[in-house]
């Protein structure tokens, strides 16, 4: 699988925007810097489809409207791709990225 990074826009009515694909990976406990980090910004809101696991990233400077669209982001992927379905969701907060959230980019 190719981990996925989306933009998601605080309009609901629209759709995610895909940012980049990182190299193509395999299930292991690391992802090995597969996407840059530089293209996670604080004043947006991002989905990251590693493949076995979602995560919703809330940049510190995002606002309101895209905050609340992170809450709803992951089910509104799930239904575009019923592999998602059954996937772990993350919402992350910037600055507190957890190490395996870290793990996924260089």
């Not at 694909?21 to 293209?39: E, F, I, V, W």
């Not at 947006?44 to 489809?49: E, N, P, R």
Request: aromatic share 10%; proline share 4%; net charge neutral.
């Amino acid at each position: 699988f190719s981990p996925r990074l989306f933009r998601i826009d605080g309009n609901l009515s629209k759709d995610m925007e895909l940012i980049a694909t990182g190299a193509p990976t395999q299930r292991s406990s690391k992802y090995s810097g597969c996407l840059n980090r530089s293209d996670l910004k604080d004043g947006d809101v991002f989905l990251v489809d590693t493949g076995w696991e979602i995560f919703v990233w809330i940049g510190k400077e995002a606002d309101r409207d895209e905050k609340i669209a992170a809450m709803t982001a992951a089910d509104r992927y799930s239904k575009l791709d019923p592999r998602t379905l059954e996937l772990p969701v993350h919402i992350i907060k910037s600055g507190n990225e957890s190490q395996r959230f870290r793990e996924i980019f260089a």
